[in-house]
């Protein structure tokens, strides 16, 4: 039924599980695309050019703000984090089903622009659920937790602008929802007027 | 995630298959419930009051359409036809999600008073299939098989209005969609506000 692939941006609470459930979604399905940022941020150990992230210079980062080649872009704590333009038309023109990890600011962002865009939102079943996972990880302190609660509390101010909502409970279940969502996206009239067209012209001459 | 159910409008070109997609969905999963219409027509042999339909006398019939007993009615061919609101309203508040099948008008009008019905289009996979289908019945005239495709035509103007468009080409296949389609609706953040003014108060506590 479609031609163009559908732009997904999946946001939610930091500890919800985003990144696991984009890996596990774009394993277990072979129609999506995960989109890669830009960062002016030095890479880490292990991590590659091109596959993380797409490690730029701040004047190259600059430059690209200024010919219009990031869909959107913001500055998080000194450095740049931007989505690439030429990846995700290319790969929605291949008819592929492109998903941004990104807060929210980033995905209303996108949504002005691409008005077809899936906003997605994930998160976890309850609150006491993502204070246990931000404390499971072990890493944090008492303070940081508390940090990321609070600004958990303000994400969850935006939810109804997204289209849908996602609960990670079971990893598998959660991955299977969003796969039935995004399907379930396809069918909208928007996504199929070549379709409605041609049976319209072939209704009339029957 | 949902308490109440939802209200699931289905309409679709005649030929299309709806009966048939509404009977296997039902049997196929349990959490449908089929509405049954009013009609002042006179009974088939073998139809049943309360099965196919609910067998009123015009004054019945007239007399719900005062007491605001009928969601939309319609007169059609001399015979009154309408959705009796008790049982549809039962049946959500019991978290059931309600199916109707009815054309265009209706569709429309349950919308004004459910905004968040959800109305799908069941439609053949192109219109020389709806032609081969009408005339396979083999009961039909051409005369008859001109005149539904010329409504069909006409109600193909409409199509826009749903807020899915489902092809009915293999039957499995669409009733799996259909069910994908009304699963999928039910992460909207209109049917979680609880959810998430839960979610909201508990992170604020946090």
Redesign the interface.
Known sequence: ?RSEGILIVVSGFSGAGKGTLMKRLVEKYDNYALSISATTRVPRPGEENGREYFFLSREQFEKRIADHALIEYADYCGNYYGTPRDYVERELSLGHDVILEIEIQGALKIKEQYKDALLL?V?TP???E??RRLSGRGTETEEVI?KR?RR??KE??G??K??????NDDLETCVK?LH??I???R????R?EE??E???R?????
Chains 1, 2 share one sequence.
């Open positions: 039924m939102f998160t309850n609150a006491e993502l204070r508390k609660l958990a509390a969850a101010e939810i109804e997204y289209d849908y909502i996602v609960i929802e039935g969502i399907s379930a996206a069918h909208a009239p928007g199929n379709f409605i041609k049976m319209r072939d209704l009339e001459g029957e």
